[in-house]
C-alpha cells in the first residue's frame, strides 16, 4: 500500500502516519469555539458568580441605580440585548473598558485551578480552536493562563470583535466564523454552558454542544458532562 511505500523501513511511523489520515477522515469539523466563564471550567468555580456580583456592585456604585432593581433590570439586558454590557450600552451612557476592567478584577488563582484532563483532550484535537466569549480579550487570556491553556488557541474572539453584537445574536456567528476563516457553518463546533447559545448556533448551521456538569434537557446537538467523552462526539458525527 502507498503509505508502506512511503515508510518501507518504518512501519512504526507508517502507522501512525495512517492512523493520522483515518483520524482526521473520520472528523467532519475544521474549527472548534469553545465559550469561556463557566465552559472552561465548572460553576462549582464561581468565578462567574464574582463576576455578576463585581457587575451589580458596578452598577450601584459607578451608575447609581438603586441595588434592588438591578436584579431585575440585568436579568432584562440578558434577555433583550444578550449581555448587561450590550443592555447598559443601549440604554445608558457607560464606559465599556472601565466596566469590563471592573467587573473581572478578581484574584483568578482563588478560583480556578488547571483541569489537566481538559487540556490534553483539546491539545488532542486535530480541528482549529478558538475562544467565542461575551467576556473581553484581557479577562480571556487571564484566564486561560490560570488554567494553563494559553497555548492551546488560535485566536479569541472577544466581545469586542463581536461588537455591536453578542452571543447568542446570528450577526456574532458569522462575525466568528469569518474571523476563523470558515464559510461552511457545518465544519464548526460551537460548546457553551448557555442554552440559547448552542440553540443559536444549531441555528446558525453549527454544530452544537452544551456543556454542563450534569445532564439537563436542551436543543442542543450533543451535551456534554466530561470532557474526556468530546473527542467521541465530535468523530461520530
Ligand atoms: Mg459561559
Known sequence: MGIARLYPS???????????????????FTTVFFDLDDTLYPPSAGLWHAI????????????????????RIREKYFLQYGTTLRGLQANHEID??????????????????????????????????????????????????????????????????IAPYCKPMPESFQIAMRLAGESDPSKCVMIDDIHRTTTAASKA???????SESYSNSSADAHLTDWNDLKGILERQ
Request: net charge neutral.
Open 96 to 161: 465599556v473598558e472601565d466596566f469590563l476592567a471592573f467587573v473581572h478584577d478578581l484574584p483568578l488563582k482563588d478560583y480556578l485551578i488547571p483541569n489537566p484532563i481538559l487540556r490534553s483532550v483539546i491539545a488532542s484535537l486535530p480541528t482549529r480552536n478558538l475562544i467565542f466569549t461575551n467576556a473581553d480579550r484581557r479577562h480571556a487570556e487571564r484566564v486561560l493562563t490560570a488554567l494553563d491553556l494559553n497555548d492551546l488557541f488560535e485566536t479569541i474572539v472577544d466581545v469586542n470583535a
Open 205 to 211: 448551521g453549527l454544530f452544537s454542544i452544551l456543556y
Open 10 to 28: 518504518r512501519p512504526q511511523i507508517a502507522l501512525q502516519f495512517a492512523g493520522w489520515v483515518l483520524y482526521n477522515l473520520r472528523m467532519r
Open 52 to 71: 455578576k456580583e463585581r457587575m451589580n456592585i458596578y452598577m450601584r456604585d459607578r451608575m447609581g441605580f438603586p441595588a434592588e432593581q438591578i436584579p
